[in-house]
């Protein structure tokens, strides 16, 4: 599995080697090269020059599960009104999401394309500080660099090695408390987060019933996890996940102050600040849905909303024709653009008595 894994991320891991090595000898040209100073200022700066080309893409995310969340209540009725019609369900689902301009593939597509970045990240820092030989380290650009590995496995800071790991935790130190610190920054800036958005930027309905309590659930289980596992990461990525969860912290503060929630906490904020600067927050959030519907017309799910109500007008049109007893009767359907297509014309069926009748 790992091997399959290591194949699949090998063009991330000479991506990210790369960085590594051009930031390390930039930042050397101030600091000692192998000092633990300048190996975490390469982390920092590492942090900053991945995520922020990923910003538009959480932004993106942000906005599309504000979308989401807002219209809730909406798409609960929806599928409790067509439980028992799962076409009816999907196409209103998709007509709900077409009109409010979301994109129900948004939210979840840059977190796709963000997670081979980070696990590049994370294993190539990794291999380093626990590789025992150069053919252990990960990423081609660090394998034609083999000093870099021994500088990161020997670097120090107050005296404790970037390469150690909380455990063994015997004999207890400086090694154990530097990693605790690190994963009590770590795991309280993750729970922080979480909180944050439950508080803050959830609309009361989320939080009833089975979604709420999973949402609670999610609120402890995360930072556990994160516990857990860093007790066995060595300083250096502890560092990096530091770093990580503070920069989505600001990302995620920035974000719901702008960007709230409606029927939210942050949301009423947001309105008073809006209304404090002479402006109105419902035409703000109109010309917001303007905006979303028109980035929103070219995506699959804009189309297979379109798609469906066209293959609906076409069936209510062959229905008509079916049932016309006009004799030149036209059948007339209305296009996605609102223009009126003809879509063919049918003599009225006559009886044989009528037929014989007219020859004579």
Known sequence: MMGFLDTVLAPFYWLVSGLMVLLH???????????GTTWILVIILMTVVVRAPLLP????????????TSIQDQLTAVREKYKDDRDRQSRETMKLYEENGISPYASCLPMLLQMPIFMGLFWVMSSIARATSDSDVKGYWLQQNPDMRESLQNATLFGVRLSNTFLPASPFGSTQILALLLIVVMTGVLFAQQLYSMNRN????????????????????????????????????????CCSNIW?????????????TPNTPAYVDWEDRMIAKGLDPRELERERLEKAREKNKGSVAAKAARMQREAEAQAQADRAIATTSDASATVVRTNSNGQQVVVRQQPARQSRQSRAKRKK
């Open 25 to 35: 000898k930039g930042v050397s040209l101030v600091f000692d090269e192998n000092s």
């Open 57 to 68: 893409l959480y932004v993106r995310q942000v906005k599309s599960m504000r979308a989401t």
């Open 202 to 241: 959830m609309p009361p309905s989320v939080l009833e019933g089975p979604m709420g309590k999973q949402q609670k659930w999610m609120l402890y289980l995360f930072p556990g996890m994160y516990a857990i596992g860093g007790i066995s990461i060595p300083i250096a990525v502890l560092f990096y996940w």
């Open 248 to 260: 989505t912290g600001v990302q995620q503060y920035v974000m719901v102050r702008n960007h709230p």
